[in-house]
């Protein structure tokens, strides 16, 4: 009876190791973002923007987690893998893994839009002509800038333009007073201004850890 009560109580003990390492991991997966919808358009002579929404977020992809070493011997694992186990280790591996560096005091920033092109446009080089005419800045209450980054999505010979104009370092408490962005046409000197207000941001509390897709696409 000892015997068994001994072992019983490894059992006990293993499991609980197990799962304080498993809610560990599930831990690393919980991010916070919020969304705020802007939905308005500025019309320039040669152009058309939309202006979809801006997402604050605690956390950025760690990019650690696909390194070279640590590639090498996830292939050298799947190669040795049944196809039927495939997918069940991909999905365990990434469970047991920290995707995220987590910040919650400074947040990143990502504004998404999109640029329509009119006909009368001289040049077809579209990202290039985005890139030299339009000015798209977010500033904070204290007037901080959060424009450094920038991406697009674009297919060759069409007219329009996905784009996101990112910033680091956001000091999340800064939110309270509200945010403005800036649309700016540097040839005709034209420019628009946007506030947005604490109270239209939504906020979405998301965990991964399962595949579930984020409610909002936080990155191009």
Known sequence: MRKRKKVFIVIIAVLAIWLGITFYFIAQHSVIGKEARIEQTVVFEDMTIELNSLVVCNFEDDLSDFSA???????KVLSNLPQSLIVPYVRIQYLYSTPYKIDNEF??????????????TETTDFPEYFRDNISIRVLDSDGVEY????????????????????????????????????VKHLESGQEREFEINFQDFVTYKHNNSFGKTFPFPYKL
Not at 69 to 75: A, F, V
Not at 107 to 120: D, S, V
Not at 152 to 162: A, S, V
Not at 169 to 182: P, S, T
């Open 147 to 182: 424009s450094s980054e920038s991406s697009m999505r674009y297919e060759d010979k069409g007219q329009e333009i996905d784009f996101m104009i990112g910033g680091r370092d956001f000091l999340i408490e800064r939110l309270q007073e509200g945010m403005k962005v800036f």
């Open 107 to 120: 947040w990143r920033t990502a504004f998404f839009g999109k640029c329509i092109f009119g006909r009368q």
């Open 69 to 75: 070493p640590r590639n090498k011997l996830k292939d």
